[in-house]
């Protein structure tokens, strides 16, 4: 499609291309996009395994050398009452 095409349509006509040139684009990033995904997916796979081949060598794993998942602190959610009026209601009846 030439420029001199693009100046001889109607304003209608425009505003179709312009709508279909609009999907065009937005098709093609979602592609980008899922093709990203994917690669940065593969890379990750393939860093974990190159890091538990290099752990193996020295007799570790990755679960060996990876930080313990911590359990939430107490308080806000669950169990007992940390908060400094409990400390004190229990220093004056206990």
């Known amino acids: 499609m030439t420029l001199e095409l693009l100046e001889k349509m ?3 006509e425009l505003q179709l291309v312009y709508a279909r040139a609009t999907e065009l684009l937005k098709a093609r990033d979602a592609e980008r996009k899922k093709k990203a995904v994917a ?3 593969a890379l990750k796979e393939k860093a974990q395994a190159d890091a538990r081949a290099l752990l193996a060598t020295v007799g570790l794993s990755l679960k060996a050398v990876a930080p313990k998942k911590r ?3 107490r308080g806000k959610h669950g ?3 940390d908060s400094p009026s409990a400390a004190s209601s229990a220093r004056k009846t206990g």
Request: proline share 0%; no cysteine.
């Open 10 to 12: 109607t304003d209608e």
């Open 39 to 41: 690669d940065a997916r």
């Open 71 to 73: 359990r939430a602190a």
């Open 79 to 81: 169990g007992g009452d």
